[in-house]
């Protein structure tokens, strides 16, 4: 890798942020390694009509077919791409869905998660939890400055404050929300962070500017006043899944859980969302039990006017400048040049990078002892079982 700090673990695994020079990275890698098969393991289903913008995303190639993005990737991850799914994946400019890599690395682990889902025009077809009636749907468009209802951001930050409070292991939290990173993008700007030039997105080249003159839109229609509550600003422009993750880690850590973060920009604004609502004296201790867990696409990643420095590292550190709190993160070590698949081998050229914690459930599996020449194998494979299902349902009419 190229650019900012970071450390190659024997793992395979790389470990960044300035949390390398307080943590013991060695001890806490190992705290997973032993505990891999006894975490509590979440995956975070929402939806916000941010998706539906042409454009925001390459989560699906059409804003129709981002409306079953989540629904079709928990369904991969859950049951594998044999499976007679009943939602179909959606078409994608490029890539496979992330949440191939996630049930890949799952099911070396032989772990499941728990599903919890809001905001989705669809009832999932599998068990799952719900924090408020299904009915309402996804959350408005973040460039309207009134995304929910201040009462909806409660409900769902209460609903995820008590599982996470009640946990007796350590804590994954993944998700896959559609339009996400534009609502990191709004959150984290509505914090004061400066995150200009360092979202990243699905796409290869992600749209930043359209990202930007939404974000702008939606702060300026809210009208927030200085300093807004984390309530205040999910309210404004954020999303379902936000208040969720912020009330999981809030109640993991209270009750004395480490946490893995299984994702990217996202999981920031979660941590900052957070932080933001804790005294700034006990915000370096909150982290101490904290992890970024991410791939090594995104953390890869430089984007246009970041200045040749990763992205997503230098993030990651605006944010502990912020918050003058020192991170941590891991990314998961593999590469797929040496795929025989040309879904997979487009990951190395910039498409997807992340999703549906496939960052953190690979970097779990490296650490447990997965290969990269087995990672790759077994991924091919199931590339390979994908397109074999999708053809038996071309040719039987489906």
């Known amino acids: 890798m190229k650019g900012d700090h970071y450390v190659l673990l024997p793992s395979g695994v790389l470990a960044f942020g300035d949390g390398l020079r307080e943590q013991n990275v060695d001890e806490r890698v190992k705290s997973w390694q032993e505990n891999i098969t006894n975490i509590a393991f979440f ?49 994608l400019p490029a890539g496979v869905s992330p949440a191939l890599i996630s049930y890949v690395a799952s099911r070396f682990l032989k772990i499941k998660p728990t599903v919890i889902s ?33 009462t909806r951001v409660k409900l769902l930050l209460d ?18 929300v559609p339009g996400g990173t534009s609502t990191a993008f709004a959150v984290l700007s509505g914090l ?50 936000q208040p969720i993750a912020v009330g999981l880690l809030l109640g993991a850590i209270e009750s004395g859980q480490d946490v893995l973060l299984g994702g990217g920009c996202q999981m920031l604004a979660v941590l900052s969302l957070a932080l933001n609502e804790i ?7 909150f982290v101490g039990k904290i992890l970024i867990g991410t791939t090594s696409w995104l953390v890869d990643e430089t984007l246009s006017s970041a200045k040749n420095r990763n992205s997503f590292i230098h993030l990651m550190d605006h944010v502990a400048s912020h918050f003058k709190v020192n991170l941590l993160g891991l990314a998961s070590g593999y590469r797929f040049n040496e795929s025989n ?34 990672m790759v194998e077994r991924c091919d494979v199931e590339v390979g079982n994908l397109f074999k299902s999708k053809n038996e349902k071309t040719c039987h009419g489906i």
């Open 43 to 91: 995956l975070i289903l929402a939806g916000s009509r941010t998706a539906e913008i042409e454009g925001i995303s390459a989560a699906g190639s059409t804003p129709v077919s981002r409306r079953y993005t989540a629904v079709a990737d928990a369904e991969l991850l859950l049951r594998g791409p044999l499976f007679p799914n009943r939602w179909p994946l959606p078409p």
């Open 118 to 150: 809001a905001g989705l025009l669809q009832s999932p077809p599998f068990n799952h939890v719900s924090l408020e009636s299904p009915e309402i749907g996804p959350a408005r468009c973040l460039s309207s400055g009134n995304a929910m209802e201040i």
């Open 159 to 176: 609903g995820g404050f008590k599982i996470g409070k009640k946990l007796k292991k350590s804590l994954l939290v993944t998700e896959c």
């Open 192 to 241: 004061g962070i400066n995150v200009n030039g360092l979202i990243s997105g699905s796409y290869r080249n992600p749209p930043t500017e359209l990202k930007k003159k939404l974000v702008n839109q939606g702060l300026k229609a809210a009208n927030l006043k200085k300093n807004p509550s984390s309530v205040a600003l999910m309210a404004a422009v954020g999303d379902p899944f």
């Open 279 to 285: 005294e700034p004296e006990s915000r370096s201790e």
């Open 341 to 374: 698949q040309k879904v997979l081998r487009d990951y190395e050229i910039g498409y997807v990078k992340e999703g549906v914690g496939a960052g953190a459930l690979s970097l779990l599996a490296q650490i447990k002892g997965l290969t990269q020449k087995e």
